[in-house]
């Protein structure tokens, strides 16, 4: 007797219950990122005295790196061996980077804990984003990666109020670090036991045979060639070096306008928080009223908020910048994942998504270099204008070479 072989079925509704799951999952992948976002800055600068940006910075360099390389090798495997292995094998490499940093002796560790954590991150996140596309099919794109990126964002924002809290009140080490060891050891028992295999949706909704392209071929089609692809893939590169802007070098700047420990906890998370949960909204809004504009727009909001954060001085005055500096980025950032999957062909879709995360994520690396040299030279607020400045020109170039991706929006 022939067992029949159950077809996958594609949409947020018939997959609710392991899409949920998965949110959960990069939560806990979002948590992992979030307990660095305010305590590593100002380790660097108390517990380790480096004084120069472009030194302090090394840790968002050194994490930057490894996690865009990671993203590639993310997309390719998870073609290859499966998604589940490849979310499986990123939180084990995971698990020792919040007792790295906890012990850290000299900066040193702390840059190999980020390159572990640039593994983690790279592997993590972008599995849980190839694997919810896999669930959803192309009606609801929009919305998942909105889900996905609120779920992570919405975490790395109340991971870092928690540990702002937890420094405060306890010391920068160890209990700021205490949270992602939780999230990492619950991270690695859901995926394991729960997380199921989604790679024989994405062969479903194929429908036809592979493509044939190569890894090769989906690179440069994703990062040059293809005008919609290359054009997200410049705008999530710049979108990420200005948080690596925020994450390496607001808290220092907060601090030299005489803000508390406290203080700066809130600013760090309120940034990601609205982020995250604006995500909720801007997603399923790209699936409505399509993706070009609202990332074209995010680009210059942000561009916006940077100039805020440069001449502002107050808690107030801060708290406003940070604030729209979060929408722009809610506007860009599921919006970005949802015309990679709205372009690229299910059987080479994990390879571009792949890409284009190499070329975001890169951005945390050009971002901390860019931005610690050019403040090393003329100063944090120069740093600032710097990179709103870069994201301005980048909102402009999808103006002008993005097409509409969302099949609705562009008939």
């Known amino acids: 007797m022939t067992t029949a072989v159950r077809t996958p079925q594609l949409g947020l509704r018939a997959n609710l219950a392991q899409f949920l799951l998965l949110v959960a999952v990069n939560a806990l992948v979002g948590g992992m990122l979030g307990q660095e976002r305010i305590v590593l800055p100002l380790l660097a600068e108390q517990a380790f005295h480096l004084d120069a940006y472009t030194s302090a910075l090394t840790f968002i360099l050194a994490f930057g790196a490894v996690k865009a390389a990671t993203n590639f090798f993310a997309g390719t495997w998870s073609d290859r061996f499966g998604r589940k292995p490849v979310l499986v094998a990123g939180w084990l490499i995971g698990l020792p980077v919040p007792l790295l940093l906890i012990w850290a002796p000299s900066w040193g560790w702390v840059i190999a804990a980020n390159v572990l954590l640039g593994v983690n991150q790279g592997l993590t996140w972008s599995t849980t984003v190839i694997m919810k596309i896999d669930l959803v099919g192309p009606a609801r794109r929009g919305l998942a990666m909105g889900l996905n990126e609120a779920a992570g964002y919405v975490a790395v924002a109340g991971t870092a109020m928690a540990t702002g809290y937890l420094a405060a009140a306890h010391g920068l080490r160890p209990a700021p670090f205490l949270l992602g060891a939780a999230y990492a050891a619950l991270g690695l028992g859901l995926s394991v036991f729960a997380v199921k295999e989604t790679r024989g949706h994405a062969r479903h909704e194929a429908g036809t045979p592979d493509s044939g392209l190569t890894t090769g071929q989906v ?33 220092i700047l907060f601090t030299s306008h005489g803000l508390s420990v406290a203080r700066i906890g809130l600013l760090g998370a309120l940034y990601p928080a609205v982020w995250g949960f604006a995500q909720l909204a801007t997603g399923s809004l790209s699936d409505r009223l399509g993706r070009k504009w609202l990332i074209a727009t995010g680009m210059l909001v942000q561009a916006v908020a940077l100039a805020l954060v440069a001449i502002g001085t107050s808690f107030t005055a ?20 949802a015309v990679i999957g709205d372009v690229a062909h299910p059987s080479w879709r994990a390879r571009s998504v792949g890409v284009y995360r190499l070329w975001r994520d890169g951005g945390f690396a050009v971002g901390a270099l860019l931005a610690g040299l050019v403040a090393d030279l003329w100063g944090i607020t120069a740093a600032v204008w710097t990179v709103a400045a870069l994201t301005a020109v980048s909102g402009l170039i999808v103006a002008v ?9 562009s008939r």
């Not at 690179?219 to 290359?230: C, K």
């Not at 070479?401 to 929006?409: A, D, F, G, K, V």
């Open 219 to 251: 690179f440069v089609s994703t990062s040059f060639r293809e005008p919609a692809l290359s054009s997200a893939s410049q705008a999530g590169l710049v979108n990420n070096l200005n948080d690596g802007l925020a994450w390496g070098l607001f808290p």
């Open 401 to 409: 070479r993005m097409y509409e991706t969302h099949p609705r929006s």
């Open 318 to 337: 801060l708290g406003v910048a940070v604030t729209v500096l979060g929408l722009g980025t809610a506007m860009v950032y599921p919006t970005l994942l």
